[in-house]
């Protein structure tokens, strides 16, 4: 419980009172998470926090992941793309090694569990090795924007995901036409972790120094893993038309995933455009670079996320919790968050992004404005005690479960 009391601050008493009484009636129960890493990437991040937050309440919540080969990450990598929207030939053979390495994990459900949550698609085919005994109500948390998945992909994975007795997504238009129920729960960050917390001027300068980076020169940062969603391509170009006007730098801070094997590839084609521009730094980073990342967004002067395509993009609810005004790709969650010229700039094209990069650089009053607004937005809807009592509002229905609640369809 003091564990929770620590958020008291940040969204104050009644918030905290809230979680605390639904909590009341669902200490002792097992809550098993399952996805495919420990490190990199969105999912990680939140599960990092969630699981530990969930225990200090008495839920007995736990975290597993699923081992697979190269083969099985570029096949899900695949999946993932596909579920984005990107044109991938299909192959019959995905959906085999999908449910084979499944198959190799089915010692994952041993223990039994009140709640299995599988996250993404990775997992999805452990479904087909529940124990309605051992393991009664699972659920299905997509991060993923569905809107536009491929048809063929979506095919294989829909079997497993109707076998679930309920679906979570992030924003409405992510959904499916399922005959399941679906939820709607946003994802979060925490304010408390070494990615999120309060950093003194003196650790930011200096975090910022030993990277490479001139602390006296504004930089604008994109934070995200090299992959061709992201679009790091894209903002090195929009920061070349930048740098006619403005002498600033750019900071690219990447890492790979676990799960990801693209990564490398992209990088080396992120070098090739950068062409050793001493203003352009890219930083390849170890996963575990949370206070590197926090120092970097809080010492930025403009954060941009550019991406083509986005789950939620939790960086740029990183980036609005420390008060910075955001240049986003107008794609996914970005477009949740960012409310147009209130809390960031949502940008369709590489000019667009240079146009506000350019702008927010010249005028430090516009960028307090707008960091100002999306600090509180973030405060107000993306951080982790909200996104706690969503799930523990929809753990609640759990006890339902037989009277088959459906919020939407
Ligand atoms: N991140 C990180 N190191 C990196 C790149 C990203 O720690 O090199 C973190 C980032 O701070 C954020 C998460 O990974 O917390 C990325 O989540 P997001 O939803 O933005 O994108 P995803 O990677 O899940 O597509």
Redesign the pocket.
């Known amino acids: 419980m003091r564990e929770l009391d620590r958020y008291t601050p940040i969204v104050g008493k009644a918030e905290i009172a809230e979680i605390k009484h639904l909590a009341k009636n669902l200490r002792g129960i097992r809550v098993h998470h399952i996805n495919s890493t420990k490190e ?4 990680a ?1 939140i599960l990092n926090r969630m699981v530990p937050l969930m225990q200090s309440l008495g839920i007995n919540a736990t975290w597993d992941t699923v081992d697979g080969n190269t083969r099985f990450f570029d096949v899900t990598k695949m999946f993932h793309n596909a579920m984005h929207g990107q044109e991938i030939k299909w192959k019959p053979e995905y959906a085999d090694v999908l449910l084979e390495t499944n198959l190799k994990n089915e010692a994952i459900l041993n223990d039994p569990a009140d709640v299995t949550v599988i996250h993404d698609p990775q997992p999805l085919p452990l479904v087909t090795f529940r124990d309605k005994k051992k393991r009664p109500f699972w659920l299905w948390r997509c ?1 993923i924007d569905m809107s536009e998945a491929d048809y063929h992909f979506w095919a294989a994975l829909r079997k497993y995901v109707e076998e679930f007795d309920g679906s979570i997504f992030h924003m409405p238009n992510y959904t499916k036409g399922l005959g399941i129920p679906q939820y709607i729960v946003p ?1 979060s ?1 925490d304010p408390l972790s070494d ?1 999120n917390k309060e950093l003194t001027p003196t650790e930011i300068n200096d975090t910022v120094n030993r990277l490479g980076i001139d602390p006296e020169k504004p930089y604008v940062l994109q ?3 090299f ?1 061709r969603f ?1 679009d790091p391509v894209g903002v090195i170009k929009a920061f070349k038309m930048v740098q006619k006007w403005q002498d600033a730098q750019l900071v690219l ?3 790979g ?1 676990a799960d990801d094997p693209e990564g490398a590839a992209v990088l080396e084609e992120v070098r090739e455009v950068a062409n050793n521009d001493p203003n352009i730094h890219i930083l390849d ?1 170890p ?1 575990t ?2 206070f590197e ?1 926090n120092a970097l967004q809080r010492g930025a002067r403009v954060i941009v ?1 550019k991406s083509l395509r ?7 609810t ?1 980036a609005m919790w420390k008060g910075k005004p955001v240049v986003g790709g107008a794609t996914g969650g970005i477009t949740t968050q960012i409310i147009q010229n209130i809390s960031g700039f949502l940008v369709h094209t590489i000019e667009g992004t240079a146009f506000h990069i350019r702008q927010l650089l010249a005028n430090q009053g516009l960028a307090e404005r707008l960091g100002t607004a999306a600090k509180e937005f973030a405060r107000s809807n993306f951080l982790l005690p909200s996104h706690l009592k969503a799930w523990l509002l929809l753990l609640e229905t759990k006890q339902h479960q037989n009277e088959k609640i459906s919020f939407l369809k």
């Open positions: 990199g990437g969105g999912v991040e991060h994802p960050i990615k934070v995200s893993r992959d992201k801070a990447g890492g995933a980073l996963p670079s949370h990342i996320q986005e789950g939620f993009g939790l960086v740029v990183e």
